[in-house]
């Protein structure tokens, strides 16, 4: 079945550093949506890409959508302790149903 | 502040136990969803629910029964529930299908079954 696999699963950094999560889908997306889910909270959509080799930014976020359609990723440039959290990734599977990668998860070193 | 509120925030029961999570929408949507949430698990889509009517049921056990009396508010009745059900319950809406618009998620419904 269509799947949506994400890495890394976890990733440390020091604050200032950059930070990059990755989705790569078994099938190719109409168009795939990235969410922020912050420690104890609940997922926040942050955007959502449609065209093939999109890229879109938000301040230091930058969402790029591959050219096949099957694969995205987002870059956090210089790190902040607001951005820790775990990010997700979707794709549909159907009308009303998304298929999640497992998340991965900022940490910010102390 | 999201405009789905979920209630309650926290919940122990027992494996004989019944009771009811719910879940209300302020922003006229029209579908609204069951999330599942476990440690370490991609989220699982339990229910969907398109303008009352359910569209979608991934073969989520009898344990769990949803109900929609109306396009702003979902719940989920629970009874002799496993430890295993132990996991955080998400109530979302959309204004269209999710496939091609954004998800608004509640606070979530954190779960524990003793």
């Known amino acids: 079945g269509q799947q949506v696999m994400q890495i890394p699963q976890y990733q440390h950094v020091q604050e200032g550093e950059d930070f990059t999560t990755y989705c790569n889908s078994s099938t190719t997306l109409s168009n795939i949506q990235w969410y922020k889910q912050r420690p104890g909270g609940h997922p926040v959509f942050l955007i959502q890409?449609?065209?093939s080799g999109e890229v879109k930014k938000q301040k230091r976020l930058t969402f790029q959508f591959g050219e096949a359609k099957k694969n995205s990723s987002l870059h956090i440039t210089a790190t902040q302790t607001t951005d820790v959290g775990t990010y997700f990734c979707?794709?549909?599977?159907?009308?009303?149903?998304?298929?999640w990668g497992a998340g991965t998860k900022l940490i910010i070193k102390p | 502040e999201t405009g789905v509120t979920q209630t309650p925030r926290h919940l122990v029961m027992g494996m004989t136990n019944k009771k009811s999570l719910k879940c209300e929408q302020h922003?006229?949507?029209?579908?609204m969803y069951w999330y599942k949430q476990s440690a370490k698990k991609p989220l699982e889509l339990m229910f969907v629910y398109n303008f009352k009517e359910q569209t979608e049921n991934n073969s989520v056990p009898s344990r769990f029964s949803p109900e929609c009396p109306n396009s702003s508010h979902l719940f989920l009745h629970l009874h002799t529930l496993q430890p295993e059900d132990s996991a955080l319950y998400l109530c979302?809406?959309?204004?269209?299908?999710?496939?091609?618009?954004?998800?608004?998620f509640g606070q979530g419904t954190r779960l524990t079954v003793v």
């Open positions: 890409l449609v065209k």
């Open positions: 922003l006229g949507h029209n579908a």
């Open positions: 979707a794709g549909p599977w159907s009308n009303y149903q998304l298929i």
């Open positions: 979302a809406s959309s204004h269209r299908g999710v496939g091609d618009t954004e998800a608004f």
